[in-house]
């Protein structure tokens, strides 16, 4: 009897610097090879790319029974895919752990093991356009309609993202809420002290991860830690600010900030970053929107106050463990983010009690939960 494969689409996980759906991706297929139901394998599909990066994904999923190479690169491949050319060879089941993925036309029904699941980890591009590139929002709701049309099954992170989904996609009941975990690696290493020593740490200080965008309020953030009420301590920015370089060297000019009162780290290993988290007094989320939201679990996990807006998968993700600051008053959010950083870096036991609840609240999360969960999503179909 032959085995039953899941074609998984590996979006992203050979780059050098995956983004979060990267790391999503990564751990994922990972946990979907080590709970394969017995007959069941994993192979992957991914666009064209440098040989670095294929051997990339060979180390990082020795367990992988395939790799179809598509001819075309991301970029190639993600346009094919929105204007519908989509038939790759063979035929079975499908999951993406993005929305870039094959979505055609296809009946189960006279043929069940035809199946394709797409994930969708925020409502961004629907609710909040303004805040990512117009091409990437476009790109995105072009192919949420697409899945509308096409997808068997769409998972995302939160009830909250479903929610929001319900609003813009006529789903219907196909949406499966599907958490995203810690990776395992995002762990302190043995000698952390020289790690952090490395990396020329403050003794005290709160970090933000992500990039310089509207979607992330990182920008806030650095205004809040200009104003008078802010806690005495740097910021610590860890992630890719590249592209808006320039843009985040302005805030900082406007925002008449102390030379060394920002710290950019850049893009840093798992064993660093999570050094970085566990000798931070807080990790700050002022986010417009969230849909992983895994920067909260991962600090929460290491026993890190989190401090977050209001964004629903935020206070969904977080639950009681962190502290809010709502962002229903744009004008005042930066100062009122100042306060409560302040007031929670001056009062050890709320930092204490946060700590407590994150490390609880993280245990919640595993990616073998989200990987059997997958699997069981395809079983259903």
Excluded at 214 to 223: F, P, S, Y
């Amino acid at each position: 009897m032959s085995a039953t494969t899941l074609r998984v689409v590996l979006d992203q996980v050979g780059s050098p610097e995956p983004s979060g759906v990267g790391r999503y991706s990564l751990e994922l297929v990972r946990h979907l090879i080590d709970t394969a139901p017995s007959g069941c394998r994993v192979t992957g599909i991914v666009p064209s790319s440098p040989e670095s990066e294929y051997a990339r994904i060979a180390e990082e999923l020795p367990g992988l029974s395939g790799l179809f190479k598509s001819a075309l690169d991301r970029r190639q491949l993600a346009a094919a895919w929105q204007h519908g050319f989509t038939r790759l060879p063979g035929s079975g089941m499908i999951h993406a752990p993005s929305l870039f993925a094959p979505l055609y036309r296809h009946d189960r029904s006279s043929a069940p093991g035809e199946q394709i699941v797409v994930t969708i980890h925020d409502a961004v591009p629907w609710t909040h356009p303004d805040a990512m590139p117009a091409r990437s929002a476009s790109w995105a709701r072009t192919m949420g309609r697409r899945a509308e049309r096409y997808a068997d099954a769409v998972v995302v992170p939160t009830h909250a993202v479903a929610d929001q989904l319900s609003t813009v996609l006529d789903l219907g009941d196909r949406v499966r809420v599907i958490a995203g975990a810690v990776s395992p690696s995002v762990t302190p290493p043995a000698d952390s002290h020289a790690l952090a020593s490395a990396l020329d740490l403050p003794d005290r200080y709160v970090v933000a991860v992500g990039p310089f965008t509207a979607r992330t309020g990182i920008r806030d953030l650095v205004w809040a830690m200009g104003d008078l009420h802010a806690p005495d301590v740097p910021l610590v920015l860890v992630g890719s600010q590249t592209d808006p370089q320039d843009e985040l060297d302005g805030v900082l000019r406007d925002a008449r900030l102390p030379e060394g009162r920002v710290r950019r780290l850049g893009v840093l290993s798992d064993a660093e970053l999570a050094v970085v988290y566990q000798r931070a007094g807080a990790l700050v989320m002022p986010s417009i929107a969230e849909g992983l939201a895994l920067p909260a679990l991962e600090a929460m996990s290491l026993g890190t106050p989190v401090v977050h807006s209001d964004a629903p998968t935020l206070l969904e993700v977080v639950a009681d463990a962190g502290l809010v600051v709502p962002r229903d008053d744009a004008s005042t959010f930066p100062r009122r983010l100042a306060e409560s950083l302040r007031d929670l870096l001056a009062d050890a036991d709320a930092a204490h009690e946060l700590a407590w609840r994150g490390r609880d609240r993280a245990k919640a999360f595993t990616w073998r939960d989200a990987a059997e969960k997958t699997w069981q999503l395809h079983a259903d179909l």
